[in-house]
């Protein structure tokens, strides 16, 4: 027994007028495919999109998922060519689907983002079934015409229906666990004759439904809703975050202000967090107990020990914060930071494979990219590592308990013993052993009334002439 997700995915997007195609637009950081893709169950025989507009930028993005280990079972990819409606979609998908095995297949829109994991597994493990919702207006949508039982006998497009038909609110919600050797047979017998001149699965259903029973299930239409639009895609989002925040407070987490709050999908927060006002943190974040994340500050792919302190509008892109640490206000973390315990980065301070050992501080405007800074050590204000010399990298290696006067330049390569102290002002190009004093300085010079000669020349604009 092996059942296959079919994930379609080719259409064209028209009424989101972008050139990403509408599967990669995103819901609280995270492309509506990868939201489809990961609410799959572990244990299916394996995923089917099938592509055609946009596909190669598609391709890219699922490469770079299954690299992260996002996808929970192997993914393979069929392009439709000219997509000719679903049922072609599906058509197109016979040779890989008998590739695999495949004993019955689960259909999901790669547009609909938010159907929960429970109902997709649900879905998979069903005989035959299709998912419906009951809308109040239901505009567009298939029209699901059932028996007096309830099973399935038929699905007829708005486009095609009577004005009876059309009356009916239960609609076809495009997820269905099908069998997959009856909805084989049920496709050979397609033919497009209808008012869009597509191929439509939906025919292909309903053919199979007088060979067996299919069940018909409602579900909360915000699970079976569709990103058609960018209005479709606000709204979406606005369920997803009401989600993911419900179910975050549940678990001890306060949100100052919720509206303008965003938390993604892979998030993980633990209690007592508290996300100030104008927070975003997406894709895949940990944040520990007791953290406080300031009003503004944007987190991304990044990990947060216990008791962090994030001062407003800091920027940390996959970092690791260590517990205790305090950053920002207005501090940026990049790619490759790794602060350990009680690490303080303070106010226009940017960090880049940057690696600062316990107790480590950098409090105010400093660059540090490319560098190790041993356990203690204080860096101070207007530091920076001079890590490229327009040709390449260099690493500034500093020990333990150094102290680095203000506005000094660290020209990599360059390592700093432990315990050494550097004068303000320095530009350091050699090594310097452990406990050392160095500094580099023009040495200043004083003129006794020098200052007055100058303003006496400068009235008559001789000054420096
Ligand atoms: C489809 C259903 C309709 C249902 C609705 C639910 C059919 C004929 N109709 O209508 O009963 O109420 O979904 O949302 O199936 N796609 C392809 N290749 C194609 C055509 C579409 O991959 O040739 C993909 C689209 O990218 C999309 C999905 O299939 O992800 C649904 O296609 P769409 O054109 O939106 O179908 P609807 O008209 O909404
Ligand atoms: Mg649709």
């Not at 040779?95 to 929960?116: F, H």
């Not at 216990?306 to 970092?319: M, N, T």
Request: hydrophobic fraction near 40%; aromatic fraction near 4%; proline fraction near 5%.
């Amino acid at each position: 027994m092996s059942t296959v997700a079919v994930i379609l995915a080719a259409g064209l997007g028209t009424r989101m007028k972008s050139r990403l195609p509408k599967v990669l637009h995103p819901i609280l950081g995270d492309p509506s495919l990868l939201w489809v893709l990961r609410a799959l169950p572990a244990g299916l025989g394996g995923a089917v999109v099938v592509l055609h507009h946009g596909k190669q930028q598609v391709v890219a993005a699922l490469e770079t998922w299954q690299q992260a280990g996002l996808l929970p079972c192997p993914v393979s990819i069929v392009d439709q060519g000219e997509p000719l409606g679903t049922g072609h979609a599906l058509q197109v998908c016979i040779p890989e689907l008998d590739r695999l095995g495949t004993t019955r297949v689960a259909i999901l829109c790669g547009d609909v983002p938010l159907t929960s994991a429970a109902t997709v597994s649900h879905l998979c493990e069903a005989e035959a079934l299709l998912l419906a919702m009951d809308l109040s207006s239901p505009g567009t949508y298939g029209r699901v015409i059932q028996h007096q039982d309830g099973r399935l006998m038929g699905l007829v497009e708005a486009k095609d229906a009577t004005a009876e038909q059309l009356e009916v609110r239960r609609v076809n919600g495009g997820a269905y666990a099908l069998p997959w050797p009856a909805l084989r047979r049920a496709l050979m017998g397609l033919t497009n004759h209808n008012a869009q001149k597509e191929y439509y699965l939906t025919d292909a259903v309903a053919a199979l439904a007088q060979e067996i029973p299919v069940t018909v299930e409602v579900c909360d239409p915000e699970e079976l809703a569709g990103m058609n639009s960018r209005q479709d895609q606000v709204a979406l989002q606005a369920a997803a975050q009401h989600r993911i925040q419900q179910h975050w407070m549940t678990e001890g987490v306060s949100f100052l202000h919720p509206d303008s709050t965003l938390v993604g999908p892979r998030v993980i927060l633990q209690r007592d967090v508290l996300l100030e006002p104008g927070v975003r943190i997406e894709g895949s974040v940990q944040i520990g107990e007791g953290c406080r994340i300031g009003q503004g500050t944007v987190i991304s792919d990044s990990s947060l020990g216990e008791g962090v302190e994030v001062r407003p509008y800091s920027i940390i892109e996959h970092a690791r914060v260590g517990t205790g640490s305090k950053v920002g206000p207005f501090a940026r973390l990049r790619e490759g930071t790794d602060l350990a315990e009680g690490v303080h980065i303070g106010n226009f301070v940017e960090t880049k494979k940057a690696k600062l050992h316990r107790g480590a501080k950098a409090n105010h405007l400093t660059y540090l990219g490319d560098t190790e800074i041993g356990e203690g050590t204080n860096i101070g204000a207007g530091v920076i590592t001079c890590n490229y010399d327009g040709l390449n990298k260099h690493r500034t290696t500093i020990g333990r308990n150094v102290f680095v006067g203000s506005d000094t330049q660290l020209v990599a390569p360059v390592v700093i013993g432990d315990g050494a102290l550097i004068g303000a002002g320095s530009t350091i190009t050699m090594d310097v052993p452990a406990d050392a004093l160095t500094l580099s300085r023009a040495p200043q010079t004083i003129r006794e009334g020098g200052a007055s000669r100058l303003r006496s020349r400068q009235k008559k604009g001789t000054a420096l002439s």
